[in-house]
């Protein structure tokens, strides 16, 4: 019982501490505090045991806004001392849009010369209403 109940207590305390760091490096894309899986041990008290923190994915209205949004994402999906493979799926996918924006950018640029003047250059901005939730 008391084996159980100080394993409890230290996963308790590992997903609390996991799920806070990934608020604590980058509190503007947080769309929503923590939220927890609980498991009620031997004691009568309940213990996270898993947990969740809800970030805005969705791009920039520029494609320099996209780039900095995605290494917000990436720094709040890596920032836990052991990223869960969902963590790192979500960096992975940060880095993704990241060079989708910065391949838009250049060609936006290229195209800058080359178009009449008073003309600009499609933007980015879709998705407006994604999140994405990091699991332990």
Known sequence: KKAQLDELKARDREVRAHEQAHMNA???????????????GPDGQRY????EVSID?????????????????KRAALAPAQPSGAD???????????NRARQELARSKAQEGSQ????APGGGGAGANQALNFLI
């Not at 947080?30 to 009620?40: E, I, L, M, N």
């Not at 320099?64 to 917000?72: F, L, M, Q, R």
């Not at 790192?88 to 990241?98: L, V």
């Not at 009449?116 to 003309?119: L, V, Y």
């Open 88 to 98: 790192r799926a979500a960096a992975a996918e940060a880095a993704a849009m990241a």
């Open 116 to 119: 009449q003047p008073g003309a």
């Open 26 to 40: 980058a509190p503007d894309i947080v769309r929503s505090g923590a939220s927890f899986t609980y498991q009620t």
């Open 57 to 73: 994915v969705s791009e920039g209205r520029t494609p320099e806004e996209t780039i900095t949004k995605a290494e917000k994402i």
């Open 48 to 51: 996270a045991i898993g947990g």
